[in-house]
C-alpha cells in the first residue's frame, strides 16, 4: 500500500497517537509462534505514539522458558523509515500512570507452498531480537513465516487477508532464546523495540491478538492512547463489545516530564490527552480494529475499524447534492409560477 493510502486512512494519530498493549499468555500485537511449545510469552507491552507526521511504535517482549527461536507478527500502517532500540522504562511508566500498581495449532504446508515469500524491506538485530520488516498479501507473509520454520495457526490466511487489504505491511519480531541466555538476559527481561513510521490517521490492530485462539479464550489487554484532545473511538468502548473505557483526562504534566526524558522520546509534547481503553473479549467478538479521530471532530474510519471493507464506501459526490438542490429549486420556482399564472388568468369574479 502506498504512503498516500496509508495516509487517507490507514494509521496512526491526526495529531499524537499512543496505545499500550498488554496481554498474557499470548503476543499482545501478534500471533507468529514458533516450534518450541516450551517456550511462553508472559507479557507484550507496545505503546505507539503519533507526532509531527510519524507514529512512534514502542514494544517489547518478555518471555519464559525454551530456546531455539520463536517470535511474533504484527501488521504496520506504512513502511517504517527507522527501527532502533527503545527506551528502558517508557512502557513501565505509562503503565504505572493508570495502574498504580499456547501451543499453536498448525497451518497445512501445501495451503503455503505455491506462493512466493514476501519482500524483506528492513532486518534490524536488537540484543536477542531479530526484526524484519515485510511487504507482501497473506500468502506471501505465511510462505515467508514457514520457510523461517514458523508454524501459523490454521486462522492465519482469513486474519493475514483482513489486514493485508488495507496495508501489506507486516513486522515480524523473532525472538532467539539461546541469544538470549548467552548475553545472561533472565526469564521475564523485556527488549524494547521503537519503530518511526511516517504515517496519519489513527489506527489500533485488535483482531490479531485473536489469532490461534478457540472461541472459549479471552483476549485481555489494555489499550493507552496519548492524543492533543479527547479522541473519537470506533468501534466505541461501551462494554458490551469486550472494550471498556478506562481513563479519559488530560495528562499529567509529571508523566509527559518523565516520558520525554527516557530515550528516543524527545517526540512527546508539553500537553495531551491520555485515554485508557481495556479490553476483556471473548476471542470471537475481537473481529475489528480500534479506528481513531485524534482530533474528536470526526467519525473515525469504518475500513479502518474493519467494519467495511475497502472500496466498500463509495465517497459521496459533491455535485450530486448541487444537482438534486437544483432540480428541487425548479420544481419549486415552477409550481409556484404556475399558482401565478392561474391567478392572472382566472377571470374576475361578478356579483351575483
Known amino acids: 500500500m502506498t504512503r498516500s493510502i496509508s495516509r487517507a486512512g490507514a494509521a496512526f494519530g491526526a495529531a499524537l497517537l499512543v496505545v499500550a498493549l498488554s496481554a498474557a499468555p499470548a503476543f499482545a500485537c501478534g500471533g507468529l509462534i514458533g516450534p518450541n511449545g516450551a517456550v511462553n510469552l508472559l507479557r507484550t507491552t507496545t505503546l505507539a505514539g503519533y507526532h509531527d507526521g510519524e507514529e512512534h511504535y514502542i514494544t517489547a517482549f518478555q518471555f519464559a522458558g ?14 517504517p523509515s527507522k527501527v532502533e532500540k527503545g527506551g528502558d522504562w517508557t512502557l513501565q511508566r505509562l503503565v504505572l500512570e493508570t495502574e498504580p500498581q499456547r501451543e499453536a495449532l498448525f497451518l497445512a504446508a501445501d495451503a503455503v507452498g505455491a506462493a512466493r515469500s514476501a519482500e524483506e524491506l528492513m532486518k534490524v538485530r536488537i540484543d536477542a531480537l531479530d526484526i524484519t520488516v515485510l511487504r507482501g498479501g497473506p500468502a506471501e507473509v505465511g510462505k515467508w513465516a514457514t520457510d523461517h520454520g514458523f508454524r501459523l495457526p490454521p486462522d492465519s490466511p482469513e486474519v493475514l487477508d483482513f489486514y493485508a487489504a488495507r496495508s501489506p505491511i507486516f513486522l515480524a519480531a523473532v525472538f532467539d532464546g539461546d541469544a538470549a541466555a548467552e548475553r545472561g538476559e533472565a526469564v521475564g527481561d523485556g527488549t524494547p523495540v521503537h519503530i518511526t513510521i511516517p504515517t496519519d490517521n489513527p489506527w489500533v490492530p485488535l483482531r490479531i491478538l485473536a489469532l490461534g485462539k478457540s472461541a472459549a479464550e479471552r483476549v485481555e489487554a489494555d489499550v493507552y492512547l496519548l492524543t492533543d484532545r479527547a479522541p473519537a473511538l470506533l468501534p466505541a468502548p461501551d462494554g458490551s463489545n469486550g472494550l471498556e473505557l478506562g481513563h479519559s483526562a488530560a495528562a499529567t504534566e509529571s508523566l509527559l516530564t518523565d516520558l520525554r526524558s527516557d530515550r528516543g522520546m524527545d517526540w512527546v509534547p508539553s500537553s495531551a490527552w491520555l485515554t485508557k481503553v481495556r479490553i476483556d473479549a471473548s476471542a470471537p467478538q475481537l473481529g475489528f480494529d480500534l479506528a481513531i479521530d485524534a482530533s474528536g471532530a470526526r467519525q473515525p474510519s469504518r475500513v479502518m475499524a474493519g467494519l467495511d471493507l475497502p472500496g466498500s464506501v463509495v465517497a459521496p459526490n459533491p455535485w ?19 399558482i401565478l399564472y392561474l391567478l392572472i388568468r382566472r377571470p374576475p369574479l361578478t356579483a351575483a
Request: charged share 5%; proline share 6%.
Open 66 to 79: 525454551g530456546g531455539g527461536s520463536f517470535g511474533s507478527l504484527t501488521p504496520l500502517p506504512g513502511i
Open 320 to 338: 450530486a447534492n448541487v444537482l438534486r438542490t437544483l432540480v428541487a429549486l425548479t420544481f419549486t420556482i415552477g409550481g409556484i409560477g404556475g
